[in-house]
């Protein structure tokens, strides 16, 4: 997975070779936001229905409070 400062969130194979010109998927598109950090967390308590979940910080609404975080559920 990468993110950064053109706002796109993108899933890459990790079992490619050679050069990689584009990803699996864009998961998430947010144009002039940027993304500081991302993390991804599956909750297995519930072995029947795991839940799995992104959460995604950035923007340009920041300040002296800190940066905003949105949560995306991504499970099945």
Do not use: Q
């Not at 400062?5 to 490619?16: A, E, M, P, R």
């Not at 297995?44 to 905003?68: C, H, L, M, Q, Y």
């Amino acid at each position: 997975m990468s993110w950064g400062v053109d706002g796109k969130l993108c899933l890459w194979d990790s079992h490619s070779r050679g050069e990689v010109h584009k990803p699996l998927d864009v998961l998430l598109t947010k144009k002039n936001y940027p993304f500081y950090g991302v993390e991804v967390k599956e909750y297995t308590n519930v072995p029947e229905s795991p839940i799995a979940r992104i959460a995604v910080a950035g923007g340009t609404d920041g300040g002296f409070i800190g940066v905003p975080v949105y949560l995306y559920d991504i499970s099945n």
